[in-house]
């Protein structure tokens, strides 16, 4: 081809980058890998084969780690920890800017090897994901560095278990360890077995900057090795990248364990592009959401919602722009879209596409290649909401469309998918963007814009796309725990028996509060309530499924609550206070009867507190502006969890509801309070002053009866968002199991008492919020 023909056609010649230096360094360690544990290598093992997606080549053979691996893995971690969170975050600063430097110096060696072991193009494992994989270890020195005068009173977890992906394996590596290891965590990850090449290099490089034996430790092989982590009893924590499925699977797996647990799962992310937008800018920016990678990331644009008036248009201007799309050798940097990573996952991107029997399909017209596992670019047109393409992660180079009028349209379309993870918005009027932001169901929303990451901006989702945050200030909470005094064991908490008669003359009617109002239970039965003398208090009704399912239509039927200023909500937690604080001794004297106790005075003082603290920071819990490096600015927004379901602690009646209840409404939430089982009556007097307070119907929903009847039907209802368990009798294990249908939030005692005399209330804000960047690119 000549100058001349190349201006002519303005094709793209071949451009390949040389694989040699990444080849000759696997020659160098023999082809073959063992585990890298306490600071060296094990011995090797062929256990299986480490594959080039781009013409199905041997790059190297690598071990699958035993049960005996997994514990030397372990004991290593386990024996580093205390030394490593003891060096200080100077200490550890040093060590992870030294990797950082070291990334660096290596970049081309990483990315020619990311690119041969995943099959990604060369300019994106160049231009994204080594650099992406720099600047985390660069930012969580800066972290570990300021952990000890920004981050008072938190200290490390201990050890943790890590398991990443084959999409992103540098990156995801970067994201796991560079934050536990500056919070003083070590850890031990587990590479995805098609792409575990770069983690062993940098293993290597751990070496080379002089980390402490045992801090990092690397094991490979399949999903048993995983699940040998998952459940291994010497790790304080599970961090997890990869599928929806899998992470319900570890879920079920930990629970009751007192892991701490994060999942970042799939999704099914939308790309709204309103009739107002910049149609070529979003139609690269569609390019960089759906191609790039292949389309195996977790967040693509995955979901096209155009605006009607412009679909036409839109979809003409995209297939002529598919067809321009380069398929082939992605170690040549003029291809667009590389290899799929492997055999089985190429058929199920073909299986799911042949089996969809609606709409348009195209695919783009370009030349593919006759080795290797690639898949043309695909659009699917004109599908149904509920079409399984339009509600299933995909994984690959497919994506589908569908049309919407209005913005309220384009919201309810986002938002009719199980996932939460990612979402992108197009319109040149700034209004409508920002306006559209707040209402999706997403973890990140990037606004005319797409895949844009930065260690400074936390990463994650909710719904199905799982629970934590990785990077950013928000994302270290996953790997610190509060430093203080041991927690004593849970005690089960009883009430009184008796046989003696009511002490009131006329008989005071206990019913479950729901919506609003006084509601009987469904099942017509009530216990009865004694004090230490024996004589009866009065009867608390026993709620059952039905009157949990009315509370859950009720709370949903509550959304404008959320949507009310902090400022607004701060005046009536307020009014909650003054009310509850006009009937102080009536409480007094309540909660002394049942509990047979003195100290009730004391208790409805600090539950009166308690609303005033929440009341404080019920305008002041906000986010923040993250300095990412664009020219623009990301939006860190705290947001309503949305409906909780919590089991309140027995020892408290009265604080210990309150200390519940009132951060979750302060931030927005709705809430079902299970009442104190053996002492329910300060809960049913309680919603008296809810009736008074301008509470409105559904936000705050009071149930009565046994814990144990409830927490199951709690943690797999749909609808409900998160469960929190302060119950005497331990049902930790239960919730947490059942919450994995839905991935739904948990927050559990793990059978561990809590001083409700303490103040918890910035725990709770945390608890009861989700944490929503939003990307905001400004200028020409």
Same mark, same amino acid.
């Given at each position: 081809?000549?100058?001349?023909?190349?201006?002519?056609?303005?094709?793209?010649?071949?451009?390949?980058?040389?694989?040699?230096?990444?080849?000759?360094?696997?020659?160098?360690?023999?082809?073959?890998?063992?585990?890298?544990?306490?600071?060296?290598?094990?011995?090797?093992?062929?256990?299986?084969?480490?594959?080039?997606?781009?013409?199905?080549?041997?790059?190297?053979?690598?071990?699958?780690?035993?049960?005996?691996?997994?514990?030397?893995?372990?004991?290593?971690?386990?024996?580093?920890?205390?030394?490593?969170?003891?060096?200080?975050?100077?200490?550890?600063?040093?060590?992870?800017?030294?990797?950082?430097?070291?990334?660096?110096?290596?970049?081309?060696?990483?990315?020619?090897?990311?690119?041969?072991?995943?099959?990604?193009?060369?300019?994106?494992?160049?231009?994204?994901?080594?650099? &992406?994989?720099?600047?985390?270890?660069?930012?969580?020195?800066?972290?570990?560095?300021?952990?000890?005068?920004?981050?008072?009173?938190?200290?490390?977890?201990?050890?943790?278990?890590?398991?990443?992906?084959?999409?992103?394996?540098?990156?995801?590596?970067?994201?796991?360890?560079?934050?536990?290891?500056?919070?003083?965590?070590?850890?031990?990850?587990?590479?995805?077995?098609?792409?575990?090449?770069?983690?062993?290099?940098?293993?290597?490089?751990?070496?080379?900057?002089?980390?402490?034996?045992?801090?990092?430790?690397?094991?490979?092989?399949?999903?048993?090795?995983?699940?040998?982590?998952?459940?291994?009893?010497?790790?304080?924590?599970?961090?997890?990248?990869?599928?929806?499925?899998?992470?319900?699977?570890?879920?079920?797996?930990?629970?009751?364990?007192?892991?701490?647990?994060?999942?970042?799962?799939?999704?099914?992310?939308?790309?709204?592009?309103?009739?107002?937008?910049?149609?070529?800018?979003?139609?690269?920016?569609?390019?960089?959401?759906?191609?790039?990678?292949?389309?195996?990331?977790?967040?693509?644009?995955?979901?096209?919602?155009?605006?009607?008036?412009?679909?036409?248009?839109?979809?003409?201007?995209?297939?002529?722009?598919?067809?321009? &799309?380069?398929?082939?050798?992605?170690?040549?940097?003029?291809?667009?879209?590389?290899?799929?990573?492997?055999?089985?996952?190429?058929?199920?991107?073909?299986?799911?596409?042949?089996?969809?029997?609606?709409?348009?399909?195209?695919?783009?017209?370009?030349?593919?290649?006759?080795?290797?596992?690639?898949?043309?670019?695909?659009?699917?047109?004109?599908?149904?909401?509920?079409?399984?393409?339009?509600?299933?992660?995909?994984?690959?180079?497919?994506?589908?469309?569908?049309?919407?009028?209005?913005?309220?349209?384009?919201?309810?379309?986002?938002?009719?998918?199980?996932?939460?993870?990612?979402?992108?918005?197009?319109?040149?009027?700034?209004?409508?963007?920002?306006?559209?932001?707040?209402?999706?169901?997403?973890?990140?929303?990037?606004?005319?814009?797409?895949?844009?990451?930065?260690?400074?901006?936390?990463?994650?989702?909710?719904?199905?796309?799982?629970?934590?945050?990785?990077?950013?200030?928000?994302?270290?909470?996953?790997?610190?725990?509060?430093?203080?005094?041991?927690?004593?064991?849970?005690?089960?908490?009883?009430?009184?028996?008796?046989?003696?008669?009511?002490?009131?003359?006329?008989?005071?009617?206990?019913?479950?509060?729901?919506?609003?109002?006084?509601?009987?239970?469904?099942?017509?039965?009530?216990?009865?309530?004694?004090?230490?003398?024996?004589?009866?208090?009065?009867?608390?009704?026993?709620?059952?499924?039905?009157? &949990?399912?009315?509370?859950?239509?009720?709370?949903?039927?509550?959304?404008?609550?959320?949507?009310?200023?902090?400022?607004?909500?701060?005046?009536?937690?307020?009014?909650?206070?003054?009310?509850?604080?006009?009937?102080?001794?009536?409480?007094?004297?309540?909660?002394?009867?049942?509990?047979?106790?003195?100290?009730?005075?004391?208790?409805?003082?600090?539950?009166?507190?308690?609303?005033?603290?929440?009341?404080?920071?019920?305008?002041?819990?906000?986010?923040?502006?993250?300095?990412?490096?664009?020219?623009?600015?990301?939006?860190?927004?705290?947001?309503?969890?949305?409906?909780?379901?919590?089991?309140?602690?027995?020892?408290?009646?009265?604080?210990?509801?309150?200390?519940?209840?009132?951060?979750?409404?302060?931030?927005?939430?709705?809430?079902?309070?299970?009442?104190?089982?053996?002492?329910?009556?300060?809960?049913?007097?309680?919603?008296?002053?809810?009736?008074?307070?301008?509470?409105?119907?559904?936000?705050?929903?009071?149930?009565?009866?046994?814990?144990?009847?409830?927490?199951?039907?709690?943690?797999?209802?749909?609808?409900?968002?998160?469960?929190?368990?302060?119950?005497?009798?331990?049902?930790?294990?239960?919730?947490?199991?059942?919450?994995?249908?839905?991935?739904?939030?948990?927050?559990?005692?793990?059978?561990?008492?809590?001083?409700?005399?303490?103040?918890?209330?910035?725990?709770?804000?945390?608890?009861?919020?989700?944490?929503?960047?939003?990307?905001?690119?400004?200028?020409?």
């Amino acid at each position: 081809m000549t100058v001349k023909d190349i201006f002519q056609s303005m094709d793209y010649g071949p451009a390949p980058e040389s694989a040699g230096d990444a080849l000759a360094w696997v020659v160098d360690q023999g082809a073959r890998f063992g585990h890298f544990i306490n600071g060296d290598w094990t011995k090797p093992k062929d256990d299986f084969p480490s594959l080039n997606p781009a013409n199905g080549e041997t790059l190297a053979r690598l071990s699958q780690a035993t049960a005996e691996d997994v514990d030397a893995a372990v004991s290593a971690a386990r024996k580093a920890q205390r030394k490593w969170a003891g060096l200080g975050g100077h200490g550890r600063a040093r060590h992870l800017y030294a990797i950082a430097r070291l990334l660096q110096k290596h970049a081309r060696l990483f990315a020619v090897l990311e690119t041969l072991d995943n099959g990604k193009p060369i300019r994106e494992s160049r231009d994204i994901d080594v650099p &992406l994989a720099q600047r985390h270890f660069y930012y969580h020195a800066g972290m570990a560095e300021l952990m000890e005068s920004e981050l008072p009173g938190r200290e490390a977890l201990g050890v943790c278990g890590q398991i990443i992906p084959w999409n992103f394996p540098l990156l995801m590596l970067a994201w796991k360890i560079a934050p536990a290891l500056a919070m003083g965590n070590t850890v031990i990850l587990k590479p995805a077995e098609q792409t575990s090449l770069t983690a062993l290099l940098f293993a290597d490089i751990c070496q080379q900057a002089g980390l402490p034996a045992g801090v990092a430790n690397i094991v490979t092989g399949d999903g048993v090795v995983g699940e040998r982590i998952v459940t291994h009893d010497g790790i304080d924590k599970i961090a997890f990248t990869g599928s929806t499925e899998v992470g319900r699977k570890i879920r079920a797996a930990t629970a009751g364990s007192g892991k701490a647990l994060t999942l970042e799962l799939g999704g099914k992310s939308p790309f709204i592009v309103f009739d107002d937008a910049d149609i070529d800018s979003a139609i690269e920016g569609l390019v960089d959401a759906i191609w790039f990678n292949q389309g195996e990331v977790c967040c693509a644009g995955s979901r096209l919602l155009v605006q009607e008036g412009i679909a036409d248009r839109f979809h003409r201007k995209l297939k002529a722009r598919m067809d321009r &799309l380069r398929l082939g050798n992605p170690l040549d940097k003029c291809i667009d879209v590389g290899a799929v990573i492997d055999a089985t996952q190429l058929a199920k991107v073909t299986e799911l596409v042949a089996g969809c029997s609606e709409g348009e399909t195209y695919r783009a017209e370009v030349e593919m290649p006759v080795e290797g596992h690639f898949y043309p670019p695909t659009l699917i047109t004109g599908l149904s909401p509920s079409s399984p393409l339009m509600q299933e992660e995909i994984f690959g180079p497919v994506l589908v469309s569908a049309t919407f009028r209005t913005p309220a349209e384009a919201v309810a379309l986002a938002n009719n998918t199980r996932y939460g993870l990612a979402a992108s918005v197009w319109s040149e009027n700034i209004n409508l963007a920002l306006g559209v932001a707040p209402q999706l169901a997403a973890g990140v929303v990037w606004i005319n814009g797409s895949n844009m990451f930065d260690a400074a901006a936390g990463f994650g989702g909710v719904r199905e796309s799982g629970y934590g945050r990785e990077g950013g200030w928000e994302g270290l909470s996953a790997y610190t725990r509060p430093i203080g005094k041991t927690t004593k064991p849970l005690a089960p908490v009883e009430g009184f028996k008796g046989k003696g008669a009511s002490e009131d003359a006329l008989d005071r009617t206990a019913k479950l509060y729901i919506g609003g109002k006084q509601a009987r239970p469904d099942g017509g039965y009530s216990r009865a309530v004694y004090g230490r003398n024996g004589n009866l208090l009065g009867q608390a009704p026993l709620a059952n499924r039905k009157d &949990l399912r009315n509370a859950v239509e009720a709370a949903r039927g509550a959304k404008a609550w959320s949507g009310m200023s902090g400022h607004q909500r701060a005046q009536v937690l307020y009014y909650i206070a003054e009310n509850l604080s006009a009937r102080e001794s009536e409480f007094a004297h309540r909660i002394n009867a049942m509990t047979g106790g003195r100290s009730g005075g004391k208790e409805v003082e600090t539950a009166i507190r308690r609303l005033f603290t929440a009341a404080a920071w019920a305008d002041k819990y906000d986010g923040q502006v993250h300095g990412v490096p664009i020219r623009g600015v990301a939006l860190a927004q705290k947001e309503p969890t949305g409906v909780i379901a919590a089991l309140c602690p027995d020892e408290a009646p009265l604080l210990g509801l309150v200390s519940v209840m009132a951060p979750a409404i302060a931030m927005g939430n709705r809430i079902i309070l299970a009442a104190s089982e053996p002492f329910p009556l300060a809960a049913t007097d309680f919603y008296q002053v809810l009736e008074t307070s301008d509470v409105p119907g559904g936000v705050v929903n009071i149930l009565t009866g046994a814990h144990k009847d409830l927490a199951t039907p709690m943690a797999g209802h749909l609808d409900i968002d998160a469960v929190w368990s302060f119950s005497s009798c331990d049902l930790s294990a239960e919730i947490e199991r059942e919450s994995a249908g839905n991935l739904k939030r948990t927050w559990v005692n793990n059978a561990k008492a809590r001083d409700w005399s303490e103040d918890h209330t910035r725990a709770f804000l945390e608890a009861a919020t989700e944490v929503k960047n939003i990307w905001i690119p400004y200028g020409e």
